[in-house]
């Protein structure tokens, strides 16, 4: 089978990540835990947090800018502005109406989509479906997460998993046969609750229970999330190689969801792929949800990672659960 046509290609790509580094050794004054424990169950030696006045639209507009600057164009040009993540600013409106407002994107569609540590390849999809329906010239699709105003600081278990940042790029309609490739995307609703934040929502507002109980905080089965993460990212990484009619030993580099490198490491090896050819930043910033992908894009471009004519292969897994993979040529 010869690789199909992508129907959209990348236009430039950006990134924002907090200046303040936090080190598992830093963490180990927060909270009972030491930097080995840190560093060989998950592979993180430190995180970027930000600081308490800067939002998620901040951080995603500061990415967003950027990949504007990259590809040439102006925030006037955006038809689309895609929003993803776990961690909007407010309820209601959309963090994507605040980051457009901030980047002056005035001439698109702004919303949010809520895929937790899927949400960036969530977002490139439906990107691709508006630019290939003719309603937009360029998608702006951001992800913008800011972790730390979601962990439970008390909680030993997750609070060191997780990092701030933000990731965005700029997508137009291919005009050759650079793009994406395939995608493959699902979720699971029936296991929402091995990483949920239980209470705060509409259906369990906020009370006094809810913050006695920390229940509008980050909650998760780690050894559950673990078996799952690693199960439903080799499922995808498979389904977007065959959709892309090539196999593990055809792409170039590998850029996983940087949850924790067992989990990185593990799907690798069911994709085929040795870890020479694999992006790794985990170390550096933690579980940055769905910010981790496009960071570790913009990186492994700026480093020159990635040169024209490679294949990349990318592979999510987060809350919902959701999960994905898409197969890219540069
Ligand atoms: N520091 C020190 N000890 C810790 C600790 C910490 N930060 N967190 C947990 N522990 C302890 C536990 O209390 C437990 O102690 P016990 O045996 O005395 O009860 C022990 O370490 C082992 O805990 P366990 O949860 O079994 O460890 P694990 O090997 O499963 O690793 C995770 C825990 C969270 C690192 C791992 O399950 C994981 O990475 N899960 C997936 C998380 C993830 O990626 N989430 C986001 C998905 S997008």
Redesign the pocket.
């Known amino acids: 089978m010869s690789q199909p046509k992508p129907l959209v290609e990348f236009a430039g790509t950006g990134r924002f990540l907090p200046d303040r580094v936090v080190t598992n050794d830093d963490m180990a004054r927060i909270?009972?835990?030491?930097d080995e424990?840190?560093r060989t169950?998950?592979g993180i030696r430190e995180r970027r947090l930000s600081d308490d006045d800067t939002t998620a639209a901040m951080m995603g507009a500061e990415a967003g800018r950027k990949a504007l600057e990259n590809a040439g164009i102006g925030p006037e040009d955006v038809g689309t502005l895609i929003v993803s993540t776990a961690t909007p600013d407010r309820w209601l409106p959309s963090t994507a109406c605040d980051a457009q407002a901030l980047l002056g994107c005035s001439n698109a569609m702004a919303f949010d989509v809520s895929a937790?540590?899927s949400g960036w390849l969530y977002g490139l999809s439906m990107a691709e479906g508006y630019l290939t329906a003719g309603r937009a010239r360029y998608a702006l699709v951001i992800a913008a997460e800011k972790m730390s105003a979601i962990v439970d600081w008390s909680d030993?278990?997750t609070c060191?998993?997780f990092g701030d940042g933000a990731g965005a790029a700029v997508l137009r309609r291919a005009e050759g046969d650079r793009g994406i490739v395939s995608a493959f995307h699902r979720s699971d609703g029936h296991l929402a609750e091995l990483?949920y934040r239980p209470g705060g929502g509409a259906s369990v507002p906020m009370d006094e229970g809810v913050l006695a109980r920390r229940d509008h905080l980050l909650k998760?089965s780690?050894?559950e999330?673990?078996k799952n993460?690693v199960r439903s990212m080799a499922e995808a990484a498979s389904n977007a190689l065959e959709g892309a009619g090539i196999s593990g030993d055809e792409i170039d580099l590998m850029i996983p969801?940087q949850?924790?490198i067992r989990?990185v490491e593990a799907t690798a090896k069911y994709a085929n792929i040795p870890m020479e050819k694999v992006y790794v930043n985990v170390d550096r910033y933690g579980?940055m949800s769905s910010s981790s992908i496009p960071v570790a894009l913009d990186e492994a471009l700026e480093e020159g990672r990635i040169q024209p004519g490679m294949r990349v292969l990318t592979a999510t897994?987060?809350?919902g659960l959701t999960w994905g993979a898409m197969v890219w040529q540069f």
């Not at 909270?31 to 030491?34: E, G, M």
Request: with cysteine.
């Open positions: 909270v009972d835990t030491n424990w840190i169950r998950t937790a540590c030993r278990t060191v998993l990483l998760m780690g050894r999330i673990f993460a969801h949850a924790n989990i579980n897994f987060g809350a």
